[in-house]
């Protein structure tokens, strides 16, 4: 029994970390400051955004980076809709 829960506070506390993540993601999608985010990867826009000195979250390209290339996470919420 008491593997059991900490197992699934495990799993809560993975879960937690994971919204997080894509609540930070998705912000970041709807913070025009960074320009525009269509045609680009999230981390295309990161870049972007770094290289113009607009000073991007750190905790944008650590998120991207946990994800494989290929994870729809990596494109903004803009993909599908444009």
Known sequence: MVMFRAKLRWQKLVLC???Q???LLRQ???TAKYG???DVSRK???ERA???GLD???GVLQALEQ???SHPEQQGIWADRT
């Open 17 to 19: 970390a994971e919204e």
């Open 44 to 46: 295309q826009r990161w």
């Open 56 to 58: 991007p979250p750190q």
């Open 21 to 23: 993540a894509q609540k």
């Open 50 to 52: 770094r290289k113009l």
């Open 28 to 30: 970041f999608d709807l």
């Open 67 to 69: 994800l494989d290339a």
């Open 36 to 38: 525009p985010c269509t």
